[in-house]
């Protein structure tokens, strides 16, 4: 029932989506309508999907289904929620490494950084790591070039995968 989830909401514990697809999914039908489906991702991630995405979402649904059924569903949140968490951790990570909080890391800071997570490499590696990771050349890490070397260091052909 929708007091459930306010429930869950007041003990800031996160409803399931099983619970949120039943809430939301009115009369039973087994599925979610358009409206349904933005609700339910409200509940879920307390923000209100843009038409794009809903329309993303609901142009995959089978014309024999009358909207997006529960395996679909927890799919679609399971995706979302991994999203959001890879995100997460990826701030938390990147604050930590900004130590004087100016939202973006300075070849000092990188270099001090790099030292305490992989003092085994070579000096020379540092300056190297940094102009990679420095995307556009400003000389600043902004956020938005940590998190794509983030991404990309995850690639065996990156020099940070083995940092």
Do not use: H
Not at 105 to 122: A, G, H, I, R, W
Not at 131 to 139: A, C, H, K, L, P
Not at 148 to 161: F, R, T
Request: hydrophobic fraction near 40%; aromatic fraction near 12%.
């Amino acid at each position: 029932s929708l007091g459930d989830i306010k429930a869950c909401s007041a003990q800031r514990a996160e409803p399931s989506p099983r619970l949120v697809f039943e809430v939301c999914d009115d009369d039973n039908k087994g599925y979610l309508s358009r409206e349904e489906f933005k609700v339910a991702v409200v509940l879920l991630f307390s923000y209100k999907p843009s038409k794009v995405e809903v329309d993303a979402v609901m142009s995959s649904v089978k014309p024999e289904n009358s909207g997006i059924l529960f395996e679909k569903f927890l799919d679609l949140m399971s995706a979302r929620k991994a999203a959001q968490l890879y995100n997460s951790e990826t701030w938390q990570i990147f604050t930590a490494f900004d130590v004087q909080s100016r939202g973006f890391l300075t070849f000092e800071d990188f270099k001090k950084t790099f030292n305490s997570v992989s003092s085994k490499l070579p000096e020379s590696v540092i300056p190297e790591a940094f102009r990679e990771v420095d995307q556009d050349s400003d000389g600043c890490i902004s956020f938005k070039d940590f998190e794509s070397a983030m991404k990309y260091g995850q690639d065996e052909g990156s020099l940070l995968y083995f940092a």
